[in-house]
T-cell receptor, first 112, second 116 residues
Framework: GNSVTQMEGPVTLSEEAFLTINCTYT??????LFWYVQYPGEGLQLLLK?????DKGSNKGFEATYRKETTSFHLEKGSVQVSDSAVYFC???????????FGTGTSLTVIP | GAGVSQSPSNKVTEKGKDVELRCDPI?????LYWYRQSLGQGLEFLIY????????KSGLPSDRFSAERTGGSVSTLTIQRTQQEDSAVYLC??????????????FGPGTRLTVL
């Protein structure tokens, strides 16, 4: 079957710290992988995506690389800001399942 | 507005009552999704509408749940005879639909349902 597992939160970091949020997946076929972000009081929005192995998605200083060999899509940012405080969701889209599968979300709080 | 809107933002109801949740998608988006997020769980797919095609209801957890989309725009998710396990945040999303279900989805802020 298809599923996404992401690290549990909450995560609290100081401003300018390095961020990693782990995400691993199980899928049949070759899924597309996504990170969505939900800022306080707002709806989920797409942060970045990668559609095939070894692709790197990037946006707003965040990066994630599609690793087929480790079935992972870890989210990283070199220097977080207070404004990055949000809940981050890893997701995959499976052609065989023809739907999105989301992780449970990881809450990030960045303190000044 | 520019984004997906949902109403109400919060709903508290008594067990056994019916509730209706509303979603206004982005204008021009032909695809519409409903998800449920229970405490500590990921988003759970409920139902998918695409244009005038028959909806994919495969994610609806029971026959107490139903949804309709009138005129290809606004959608209503109805839960009959609510149970405490229905308590969750219900999220609506829409997408252009041009590339099928892998199109980028735009989410509303959700409706938090609490069943007492």
């Amino acid at each position: 079957g298809n599923s996404v597992t992401q690290m549990e939160g909450p995560v609290t970091l100081s401003e300018e710290a390095f961020l990693t949020i782990n995400c691993t997946y199980t899928a049949t076929g070759y899924p597309s992988l996504f990170w969505y972000v939900q800022y306080p009081g707002e709806g989920l929005q797409l942060l970045l995506k990668a559609t095939k192995a070894d692709d790197k998605g990037s946006n707003k200083g965040f990066e994630a690389t599609y690793r087929k060999e480790t079935t992972s899509f870890h989210l990283e940012k070199g220097s977080v800001q207070v404004s990055d405080s949000a809940v981050y969701f890893c997701a995959l889209w499976s052609r065989t399942g023809n739907q999105f599968y989301f992780g449970t979300g990881t809450s990030l709080t960045v303190i000044p | 507005g520019a984004g997906v809107s949902q109403s109400p933002s919060n709903k508290v109801t008594e067990k056994g009552k019916d509730v209706e949740l509303r979603c206004d998608p982005i204008s021009g988006h032909t695809a519409l999704y409903w998800y449920r997020q229970s405490l500590g769980q990921g988003l759970e797919f409920l139902i998918y509408f695409q244009g005038n095609s028959a909806p994919d209801k495969s994610g609806l957890p029971s026959d107490r749940f139903s949804a309709e989309r009138t005129g290809g725009s606004v959608s209503t998710l109805t839960i009959q005879r609510t149970q405490q396990e229905d308590s969750a945040v219900y999220l609506c999303a829409s997408s252009l639909g041009a590339s099928g279900r892998q199109d980028t989805q735009y989410f509303g802020p959700g409706t938090r349902l609490t069943v007492l």
